[in-house]
């Protein structure tokens, strides 16, 4: 079987330096109490994506944030929620205008100190040092509003010295630490309480389901345990000692310092619990002002910006594609209908209309990529959202434009070089349905040239294997 494939270049997006989360948000908002706590029976199989709308504002000039900026923000987003259904469309960006969109998530860029705080959906606020380097703080702040507490909720601490010091191999102050971070069993001005360590249900002790962050799947934790990290590794762990205990004397055994609800090292904050997704999704299906800000899951297949060519040779279509927002695993496949033009219908064809034939793929992003103006949707192609769904959405097909001409430039090193070998095409053999199919091996480079004076290009990596 043939397998066509476009060459891309990936390399890592985010690089961090390490710090403590600091987030302005303690006390409870909604009718959290009322929601699931993933103690039994927590599924996700409770209805459809959630796709909300998020704008930003930007509110300093410290700085110059480009949509690049935005976008990677919006990209982090979905790279951390999508894996509970929960999606973010990114609807732009304004200067200097804080009035919230009420159809929005409004993320605030602000040029105070501090990390972030989320106050409602109208205000999420994020330090500009924040929104440039700290992403997963953003994640958090938006935590707070789908429903979700930190997971320390009601938990005080304080530093003092162990009476046997831990060791963290880690620690750049060397293997021994003899001061850490304890509980504190003091009264908490915050409505929840303290959430003990224990998970017999059958324990006098036990209080996951109406204590800390109301998620029993989160193991219980105070504020900035002890943790080792190594930044060149990224491996991030609770380091344990018997003495740190909870208010019933219980050690802290497991603590997910990895998690996004966390104040812990923000480079190492990538996880959340199936417990808080649920939790999430419950949040969002009570509470009316989350509801508004939600759109379809059809906008994710519609381009954040630039125009479709509907019909003749159009020079801004070639020079303002219809671009995609980063963040999903997009996977563009080979579709066409002769019948397009003829129906009256517009393009990119309806997202329900699955009418169109479908073929291989013909090129992909991951959801990682990072040449943001690289995602657009070209000439027939149609897009699969890999987090959504299987099925192929959108098939663009503009027949208006026809293929004259062009030439098959093969790369002989099977790299890009001068080395090549061009083969020019008639408008019957730059027209042949099977001309990719009857190609040898190798690295390709088709030119195509239309009647309208324009041209596509598109690399080709061949296997049979």
């Known amino acids: 079987m043939r397998n066509l494939l476009l060459v891309l270049f990936f390399s890592p997006l985010y690089f961090y330096a390490q710090s403590t989360i600091n987030c302005g948000n303690t006390e409870p908002i909604y009718g959290k109490k009322s929601y699931h706590t993933g103690s039994t029976g927590a599924s996700l ?11 930003f504002h930007n509110e300093q000039d410290v700085i110059t944030l480009t949509e690049n900026d935005y976008l990677k923000a919006v990209a982090y987003l979905n790279q951390v929620y999508n894996q509970f259904d929960i999606f973010f469309k990114y609807r732009g960006f304004v200067d200097f205008d804080i009035t919230p969109l009420t159809d ?24 500009y040092t924040t929104f440039l380097t700290d992403l997963p703080i953003i994640s958090h702040e938006v935590g707070h509003i789908l429903g979700l507490l930190h997971t320390f909720q009601g938990s005080p601490r304080e530093e003092r010295a162990f009476i046997n010091p831990i060791t963290c191999e880690f620690d750049p102050a060397g293997t021994d630490r003899e001061i850490g971070f304890f509980f504190l069993d003091e009264p908490d001005d915050d409505d929840l309480d303290a959430e003990n360590v224990t998970r017999e249900t059958t324990s006098p002790d036990y ?31 609770y ?36 417990g808080q997704g649920v939790r999430m999704r419950e949040t969002i299906a009570n509470e009316t002002i989350l509801q508004d800000r939600l759109t379809t899951v059809e906008s994710l297949y519609e381009p954040y910006s630039g125009i479709y060519r509907t019909c003749c040779w159009q020079p801004e279509a070639n020079e303002n594609p219809p671009r995609f927002q980063p963040g999903f695993d997009y996977e563009f496949v080979a579709c066409s209908d002769s019948s397009i033009l003829s129906l009256g219908r517009p393009l990119p064809w309806p997202y329900e209309d699955l009418t169109f034939n479908t073929g291989d793929v013909v090129y992909s992003f991951s959801s990682d990529y990072e040449v943001y103006e690289d995602i657009v949707h070209l000439n ?86």
Request: glycine residues 6%.
């Open 104 to 127: 929005m998530l409004n993320i605030v860029v602000r040029e105070t100190a501090g990390d972030g705080s989320a106050l409602t959906p109208d205000f999420i606020n994020i330090s």
């Open 45 to 55: 199989a409770i209805g459809d994506p959630y796709v909300f709308n998020i704008y």
């Open 239 to 274: 380091i344990y000692s018997n003495e740190v205990v909870d208010e019933t004397g219980t050690p802290y055994v497991d603590i997910d310092v990895r998690n996004i609800m966390s104040y812990n090292e923000y480079p190492y904050l990538d996880n959340l619990t199936l």
């Open 380 to 465: 027939n192609t149609a897009i699969r959202i890999v987090q959504l769904e299987d099925t192929p959405r959108r098939c663009y097909s503009n027949l208006a434009k026809n293929a004259n001409s062009g030439t098959i430039v093969k790369f002989n090193d099977g790299v890009f070089n001068a080395n090549v070998t061009a083969t020019a095409k008639d408008s019957l053999g730059i027209n042949d349905p099977n001309l990719v199919n009857n190609l040898e091996n190798g690295l390709f480079l088709i030119e195509t040239n239309f009647d309208d004076g324009t041209q596509d290009q598109k690399v080709i990596l061949k296997d049979n294997e």
């Open 207 to 237: 209080n996951a389901l109406d204590a800390g962050d109301l998620v029993v799947d989160t193991p219980a934790t105070y504020p900035t345990p002890n943790v080792c990290s190594d930044i060149s590794s990224g491996v991030s762990y």
